[in-house]
Nanobody, 129 residues
């Protein structure tokens, strides 16, 4: 059974940094695409980033390029999202995701929530101005 258990998040001032973690079990990173979505109040869920570990192909939303970095630690079976230069508009609940059939194209214009079958429980990130 695939399980994704998130930790991290919290309150940070604009310009600060946070790292989200997602402990994964029940699958191998080499066989799955993994990623992060977020949902702000009153807004649709937005794909932030994804990674296909099989070849390292990585997608980032334009809104986070150059500020956020997705990574994995195979030994710890953990997915990370390092978030730097945070802005108030980054405030949202963040979800880690995984799927065995999806491939993350670096040139994609977006990633879609229904394409990911497994989701973490979500964690709140609040950026104050």
């Amino acid at each position: 059974e695939v399980q994704l258990v998130q930790s991290g998040g919290g309150l940070v001032q604009a310009g600060g940094s946070l790292r989200l973690s997602c402990a994964a079990s029940g699958f191998s990173f080499d066989d799955y695409a993994i990623g992060w979505f977020r949902q702000a109040p009153g807004k649709e869920r937005e794909g932030v980033s994804c990674l296909s570990s099989s070849d390292g192909s990585t997608y980032y939303a334009d809104s986070v390029k150059g500020r956020f970095t997705i990574s994995t630690d195979n030994a710890r079976k953990t997915i990370y999202l390092q978030m730097n230069s945070l802005r108030p508009e980054d405030t949202a609940v963040y979800y880690c995701v995984a799927d065995p059939f999806y491939y993350c194209y670096s040139g994609a214009t977006y990633i879609d929530a229904p394409d990911f079958g497994s989701w973490g429980q979500g964690t709140q990130v609040t950026v104050s101005s």
